[in-house]
């Protein structure tokens, strides 16, 4: 089976596009913190398509992005980010970050389908 090699950039970006577009109307108000949230969700499916993410590695970064998300729509709910509402957000994107590329460079890797784990390779006699 061949992969078309668009496959990872479309995956990756119809997972930045469902989570700017889940933020609220006032986006323009943290344009920075929106960019961030799009990138580090690009680092997340690049790291899914290379198999350098586990996929429970991927689901726990990606519930953090969510929080991002909710902290960052908290924020807005007033109609006003406040200096320090950014900051806390900017904070939090820091700490996630930081998990995603510890995460990455963990030397845990997913195996390949048919790799160890999945049977393919177990030896009829044991």
């Known amino acids: 089976m061949t992969r078309h090699p668009l496959v990872p950039t479309t995956l990756a970006g119809l997972l930045a596009a ?72 900017h904070h939090l994107q820091d700490h996630a970050s930081h998990a995603i590329a510890r995460q990455k460079h963990d030397r845990q890797q997913r195996p390949a389908p048919g790799g160890p784990g999945t049977g393919a390779n177990v030896s009829p006699g044991g």
């Open 18 to 89: 469902l989570t700017l577009a889940a933020t609220p109307v006032l986006a323009e108000e943290t344009p920075r913190v929106d960019q961030r949230q799009a990138q580090q969700q690009q680092r997340i499916a690049d790291g899914v398509a290379s198999g350098e993410l586990t996929r429970p590695e991927a689901r726990r970064l990606q519930r953090q992005q969510r929080a991002i998300g909710q902290a960052e729509a908290q924020a807005k709910a007033d109609g006003d980010v406040t200096r320090a509402e950014r900051r806390r957000l």
